[in-house]
């Protein structure tokens, strides 16, 4: 089942315009750890995540949560160095550095310029990668079913064409779709294109505003708001990471606000098909394990979430002047009041 999951990622990642992205460390084999026992052996193993927001911290302890299901404890049998780069992108770098220095048995890096710093820096020991939207455009691996190099990870694609689909259905004389992406992040260029190429095909325009710093994206957010009729937040780090801004800006105006996770649904975002990060975060633990326990990361394929479910605010919809289609209220997973 795995491989059909991963071919149909490789097919829809393929259908996209490749993103410019930090080139991976040589073409080395990973060694693979040797499985840990308590009072024999302690695995030491490295953790960096991008920034901190709620999708991110939850693949974090989704991760620390596979890892102990699997037989790795902290405190026990491994020893995790937790790192979080605070949205800089020259302490990724530092990170992946220090890691590389100190000999981490295995790197799990959470986002995209995490992976890539660490994938840079590292090319004799196995780096898992989690939250990584477009593996290949990213340059993290040349194939998604059989890794080539000591990396490989869980993606969380969305479907660009189901998004637009979801907000048509709550907004169906929707014109114009802005939104806001940092222009340095892969994982954003290659969902703002998937997104375009979707809405030249309902008739919606798509109104870019690219940022490149945390402090931009309430500037975006109000220049959009003013001549779109819908937001749209991709699963970027540094706009999720300062949503608020962004739903100020939404709020005042009375332009709804669509989201790609699950997360920025609860904090005020209309609607969303997600996945659950937290539930990815165990899938890319126990891949770590695997490893770990001496599973060749050539033979460890990139995963997929293994779902993905409509989630709806309800407030929020009230909030922007929207009525939730019955339709939806059927399918969804959860109607957050």
Do not use: W
């Amino acid at each position: 089942m795995r491989k059909a999951v991963t071919f149909l990622l490789s097919a829809c990642l393929f259908t996209g315009l490749a993103g410019c992205g930090t080139q991976p460390g040589p073409d080395k084999t990973a060694k693979t750890a040797a499985p840990a026992a308590a009072g024999e052996t302690t695995v030491k193993l490295g953790l960096t995540q991008f920034v901190e927001h709620p999708a991110l911290d939850a693949i974090r302890q989704g991760i620390i949560d596979g890892l102990k299901e699997s037989g790795y404890e902290e405190g026990k049998n491994v020893e995790i160095d937790y790192q979080n780069a605070h949205g800089d992108m020259n302490n990724t770098v530092s990170i992946a550095q220090k890691y590389a220095g100190d000999g981490k048995d295995l790197v799990v890096a959470i986002a995209t310029p995490s992976a890539q710093a660490a994938a840079k820096a590292i090319a004799d020991k196995p780096v898992v990668f989690s939250a990584v939207t477009d593996p290949l455009s990213a340059q993290l691996v040349s194939s998604l079913e059989k890794p080539d190099k000591n990396i490989t990870g869980t993606s969380d694609k969305v479907s660009m064409e189901q998004q637009l689909e979801l907000i048509k259905t709550f907004m169906p004389e929707l014109k114009k779709l802005g939104v806001i992406y940092t222009t340095s992040e892969v994982n954003s260029e290659v969902q703002v294109k998937d997104l375009e190429a979707a809405a030249s095909k309902a008739g919606v325009e798509v109104v870019k505003a690219g940022i490149s710093q945390l402090s931009e994206v309430q500037i975006a957010a109000q220049g959009l708001v003013a001549k779109t009729d819908a937001l749209f937040i991709p699963i970027d780090n540094t706009v999720v990471s300062s949503f608020e801004a962004v739903l100020g800006a939404a709020e005042q105006s009375k332009i709804p606000v669509f989201a790609s996770d699950t997360d920025t649904v609860k904090r005020g975002a209309v609607a969303t098909y997600g996945i659950d990060y937290y539930k990815i975060g165990k899938q890319t633990g126990e891949m770590a394990s695997r490893i770990l326990k001496g599973q060749a990361v050539t033979d460890t394929p990139v995963e997929v979430s293994k779902e993905a479910d409509l989630y709806i605010n309800e407030k929020a919809a009230e909030t922007f002047g929207l009525t939730i289609p019955d339709a939806l209220k059927s399918q969804a997973k959860e109607i957050m009041k």
